[in-house]
């Protein structure tokens, strides 16, 4: 009897631990999948000038979205609808072959950051042309990682490689055809003028042109910071009116071509710094100029 009695007491609570651990296993075993369907996978490329952009839209998720900027190096970027909420979080990212191709390996590729907010994975250049190069093989860049609300699930985010490779050479040709600029080129910019002038040459002209292009390439420009200076010659107010003048000048053909005004500190000296000396021509030449510093 004593027996009996324990064994009808145990078997619900037995019934109740069971029920509660698959409960819990459900729970802990959530996975929630996001990729496009493959009959419906749209890459898409926009070829620029100076910018190429290659993007995919992943449905209910977000974006994924290769970019390059002449300067500067190539970049992809994972978008999100719902912002990553967690700091210090990492992802499993690899690369898996489609069902068709069941005798190719998965390529590991590694744990990358998740960034706090809408764009939780920026990749910098050496794994963003990995990421191409998987693609241009027909495999699937896999993004892998615990879900932002409570851990619970596990989230993929799937880069379908199929569809891809029309938009891909062109984005990889204009990767290729991608000025390349640097800061030390266009950092210190040196302008002359004809005596008591101060209208921008043809040369100086060229040269700002250049100097616009590199600009809107820069998003991390704080200031164009732009001097101007007079020989000797003449009277002291009327060089630094001149000096004035060439500064405005530069400032005003920047502007035409698109540049910022709020990005302009300008500085008028006369003859109060010379490059050189103002006792030869050569030397009062080289002093009626305009100097265009920019700061980052």
């Given at each position: ?16 631990i ?20 493959l ?27 290769f ?6 190096k ?8 719902r ?17 068709w ?13 998740i ?107 704080k ?8 020989d ?25 071509k ?16 010379p ?22």
């Open positions: 009897m004593h027996y009996l009695s324990l064994q009808r007491t145990t078997q619900p609570v037995v019934l109740l069971i029920l509660l651990c698959s409960i819990s296993g459900i729970t802990r075993a959530g996975v929630q999948h996001y990729q496009a369907p009959g419906n996978v749209n890459w898409q490329t926009s070829s620029k000038k100076l910018h190429c952009t290659l993007s995919h839209e992943i449905p209910l998720y977000g974006t994924a979205t970019t390059q900027t002449a300067g500067h190539l970049e992809f970027r994972l978008t999100a609808k912002q990553a909420s967690r700091n210090r979080d990492r992802a499993h990212l690899r690369s898996l072959p489609p069902e191709k069941h005798q190719t390996g998965a390529v590991d590729l590694g744990e990358v950051p960034h706090k907010g809408n764009t939780p994975f920026q990749l910098q250049e050496d794994l963003s042309r990995r990421i191409l190069v998987e693609l241009q093989k027909g495999m699937f860049p896999t993004f892998s990682y615990r879900d932002w609300a409570d851990a619970r699930d596990e989230v993929i985010v799937v880069l379908p490689g199929i569809t891809i490779k029309p938009v891909l050479d062109e984005f990889i040709a204009c990767l290729a055809n991608l000025p390349i600029y640097k800061f030390s080129d266009f950092k210190d910019s040196l302008l002359h003028f004809a005596f008591g002038k101060s209208t921008l040459n043809k040369k100086s002209q060229k040269r700002l042109d250049e100097l616009v292009r590199y600009i809107k390439t820069d998003p991390q420009l200031y164009i910071d732009i001097t101007g200076h007079t000797d010659i003449g009277q002291h107010r009327s060089n630094e009116k001149l000096s004035q003048q060439r500064s405005q000048a530069v400032k005003n053909y920047l502007i035409a698109g540049v910022s005004p709020q990005l302009f500190k300008l500085k008028a000296l006369g003859e109060r710094s490059k050189a000396s103002n006792r030869t021509d050569k030397g009062r030449a080289q002093n009626r100029r305009a100097t265009v510093r920019l700061v980052k």
